[in-house]
C-alpha cells in the first residue's frame, strides 16, 4: 500500500509539472506575434477572426499559478491543498474549453471571412497596396498567382507572378495562350501589352487560408494538451486527497513473544469495535 501510495505521489508531481510547462508554453504562445517576414502576417490583422492569443494570455498565467500549488501539494502530501487544487483546475477546466469553443468556430469561419475580405478584391492591381504587397510575398515564396487563379489579376502580372517554364512554348500556344507547358505548374499568357509571359497556374487563396488558419490550429492544439494534462492532474491529486478513505485499515496483535502482527480488518471486526 505505501509503494502504491509513493508511485501515485510521484505521478502527481510529474503530471502536474508538464502542465506548469503548458502554462508555460500558454504564455509564450499567447503573447508571440506572427513573424514579420512570414507572408500575410499583415493581412491577419484585416479578419475579424479571434487567434485565441488574449485566451493563452489569460489562462497562461493561472495555469502556472495552480501547477506551482498542485506540486507543493503532491510533494508535502498536504491533503487539503491537494482537493483545493484539484477544484481549482477543474474550475480552469470547464472555463477554458467554454471559452476555447469560440475558436473551433473562429476556424469553421475563416474560409468565409478570407472570401469576404481578400477574393473579391479583383481586379487585385487595383487593390490596396498593402494587399498587393502581402500578396507578393506570397505568391513569391510558394509559387502562386492570383487568390482564385492567375486571371484575377487581369493580365496586369506583377514580377512575383512569373514562373520559368522548363521549355519554350510550342507554336500554337499564341492562338491559345491558355495551353500549359510541360510544367503543370506553369501557364503560357499574353497580356494586354502583347509581352507573353509564364505566369504561375497555382492560386494563393487555399495557401493563404492554410497561413491564417495555423495559428488558431496551434492554439486548438495547445489547448487540447492542458485538458488532458488536467484532467489526469485531477484525477491524480483527488485520489491523494482522499486516500484516508480508500486506505484499508490494520488491526495490530501481539504473539507470546511480544512481535506485533498487522492484519486487515474487515467490516465485521469495524462494526464489532464499535
Known sequence: MARCRSYLQGLDVCVTVLLLVSGMVMIGCGFSAMDENVPVSELFEALSVSDGSVILQVFGPITVLLSVVGICAASLDVKILLILFSALIFVEFLALLIVA???????????????????????LYQADFEIQRELNKLQASDSCCGLKSFEDWDHHFPVSCFCMSPTPPPLNTVQN?????????????????????WVHSVPCGPILKSYLSFPIKVRIGIISAFATLSLAAIALSVALGLEQYWKKPVKTSEDSYTRVNYEPQTLHDLTFDR
Do not use: I, W, Y
Open 101 to 123: 469553443s469560440s475558436l473551433v468556430s473562429a476556424q469553421a469561419q475563416l474560409d468565409g471571412a478570407v472570401d469576404k475580405v481578400f477574393m473579391n478584391v479583383t481586379p
Open 177 to 197: 495562350p491558355r495551353n500549359l507547358s510541360t510544367d503543370p505548374a506553369c501557364v503560357f499568357v499574353e497580356p494586354s501589352d502583347s509581352h507573353s509571359v
